[in-house]
């Protein structure tokens, strides 16, 4: 079967000077049509109509033939029609013409070999690219504006609006002629959405940009009762960044899905890291996001095999691995000690809801007491505290403690409800409403301790286990007391007596320290950087 495209592009273009030369990521915007055409498994030829030198030159140097565009045929007045139908070569018997604008560079080529064979598998004169786009709209009748609606329904239920695009229209070689390619016989090919851009306007040539150097975005993350959750948190909060869907990925072995709670975010368990590999080697990542802690140069030189023109970015890796890296961000740590390590609290991630609350008002007496461990508490801090806080020497004090998604105890602990003074709860949606209700705070050395000092609220620390230790912003220099790793239940609970019983001032001093670091714009600083690579 003998297919020709013809792809009309002519000099003149007046909305946008010099349209179809202009660099659009990373090649001139002609090149996407002609590289589909050439990619297609049912077009066997190419001729680019125009009446331009560079875009003559652009077609050659891709392999293409062209047909020089008479000046009678550049108009602005000038169908499409009589331009396609000049730019056919007589000399050969062809089965259909594809006319593709290079106007429309987001099509793909698989779309485009769908089209082809819907048009000859139906046996059609003609099949014009289309996009469903329903909408609530109105038109004019009898001279009065009147909706084209009997019924106001949301936009999915609506019936389809099919809107022609650029992409293509296939025609049966009988019916193109200098007037018309539109057969008896017509349909249209529904593409999706974002193939379907056309470049008519300088707004057109920024959304195309945009699609054509678009991310694809892959991230693994890991969290559970010894690892901690706060990664979870984290790898969240970056997906919602990106203008694209990220692909989430977790080891079956390491991870319960309900950590990831009620996201919309697209989650694909794997088991094990060769699972990994192979389901990236075909995805082939612009973008890729470590959130497991330590990497091996192993898997860091394994996952650089698989996806070679990546680039690899690791969260709280302190790892041999994170030298293969392109950037690694330890916002829980100080040492910079390779160059793309970016180091220190300015890389702190806050969650969203906490950007909406200002700091806490430091009050005359110390009434209310925020307790959380983090999502896992390996070391039952929770425990302890409520062992503590139930004796009667602390009933004139309120205490509320969260415990997170990855506690293996939750039932035993709640039982603690049973107190008047004490609120254990679970999994809390708005954690910066309730840390804002409380004038002081015992927490662990992790993410907690970076949303407790975002919202100036004194606070006393405990590391988890060694990792921890590490983390450099949760101490006595930054506003914080910290009392070590496991401490023992009695500094514990003098450290308490001693918070409940701080002045005002005392506990505005503390807060003065803890506001003194930008912790609102760490989100910003790290998207900056993973978007400058």
């Known amino acids: 079967m003998n297919i020709l495209a013809v792809i009309p592009a002519r000099a003149g273009s007046r909305g946008i000077p010099n349209k179809n030369i202009r660099i659009v990521g990373e090649h001139p915007l002609i090149y996407y049509s002609i590289y589909n055409a050439i990619h297609s498994k049912y077009i066997s030829d190419i001729v680019v109509s125009t009446d331009s030198p560079e875009v003559q030159i652009i077609a050659q140097q891709m392999g ?11 108009g602005d007045s000038v169908t499409l029609d009589s331009v396609i139908a000049d730019a056919i070569p007589q000399n050969v018997s062809w089965d259909f013409i594809v006319t593709m604008q290079p ?10 070999d769908l089209a082809i064979q819907y048009t000859i598998d ?17 038109g004019v009748r009898d001279g009065k504006k009147v909706p084209n609606y009997t019924e106001r329904l949301n936009r999915q239920y609506l019936p389809p609006c099919y809107l022609e695009t650029g992409a293509f229209v296939i ?42 150097s678009r991310q694809k975005v892959g991230i693994y993350v890991n969290g559970n009762n010894k690892r901690g959750i706060g990664h979870i948190y984290r790898a969240l909060e970056i997906a919602d960044e990106f203008y694209v869907k990220p692909d989430i990925y977790y080891d079956t072995n390491q991870t319960d899905p309900k950590i990831f709670g009620n996201t919309k975010h697209n989650l694909i368990p794997v088991d094990g890291i060769a699972e990994l590999y192979q389901i990236c080697k075909k995805q082939q990542y612009t973008l890729f996001i470590n959130d497991i802690l330590t990497t091996s140069i192993d898997y860091m030189i394994g996952l650089r095999s698989v996806m070679p023109d ?33 180091a220190g609290e300015k890389y702190y991630i806050s969650g969203k ?9 430091i009050k005359d007496k110390v009434k209310r007491v925020f307790i959380s461990f983090g999502g896992a508490d390996p070391q ?38 049973e107190y008047e003074n004490i609120e254990v709860l679970y999994d809390i949606a708005n954690m910066p409403e309730l840390m804002s209700s409380c004038d002081v705070a015992i927490t662990s050395r992790g993410r907690t301790g970076y949303e407790l000092a975002l919202l100036g609220i004194p606070s006393i620390a405990m590391a988890q286990n060694k990792r921890e230790e590490k983390h450099g912003f949760v101490c006595n220099e930054n506003g914080f007391t910290y009392i070590g790793l496991n401490p023992d239940n009695e500094v514990i609970e003098s450290t308490l007596k001693m918070y409940l019983s701080l002045s005002r001032k005392a506990r505005q001093n503390f807060q003065d320290k803890l506001l003194s670091h930008d912790l609102r714009g760490g989100k910003k600083r790290v998207m900056g950087l993973i978007n400058a690579l």
């Not at 302190?318 to 910079?336: C, P, S, T, W, Y």
């Not at 809801?353 to 008002?361: C, H, Q, R, T, W």
């Not at 004139?396 to 415990?403: A, I, W």
């Not at 997170?404 to 105890?409: D, Q």
Request: glycine share 2%; proline share 3%.
């Open 103 to 112: 106007t429309s560079p987001t099509l793909r080529v698989d779309t485009l």
């Open 64 to 74: 293409v033939k062209v047909h020089w565009r008479d000046a009678s045929l550049c």
């Open 122 to 138: 139906n046996d059609l004169d003609t099949v014009i690219s289309a996009i469903n786009a329903p909408h609530l709209s109105w």
């Open 310 to 342: 990546a680039k690899i970015i690791n969260f709280e890796d302190d790892g041999e691995g994170a030298i293969k890296a392109d950037l690694v961000f330890n916002a829980l740590f100080h040492e910079e000690d390779l160059p793309q390590v970016k």
């Open 353 to 361: 809801l906490f950007m909406f609350y200002n700091p806490i008002k």
């Open 380 to 417: 039952n801090y929770s425990d302890r505290l409520l062992n503590i806080i139930c004796k009667s020497v602390y009933r004139k004090y309120e205490f509320v403690m969260v415990l997170g998604r990855a506690k293996l105890n939750v039932e035993t602990l709640m039982k603690f409800n």
């Open 171 to 212: 025609s049966k070689s009988s019916v193109v002629t200098s007037t018309t390619r539109i057969g008896e016989k017509v349909d249209i090919f529904e593409v999706p959405e974002d193939e379907s851009q056309d470049v008519d306007t300088f707004k057109d040539l920024r959304s195309v940009e945009a699609a054509l």
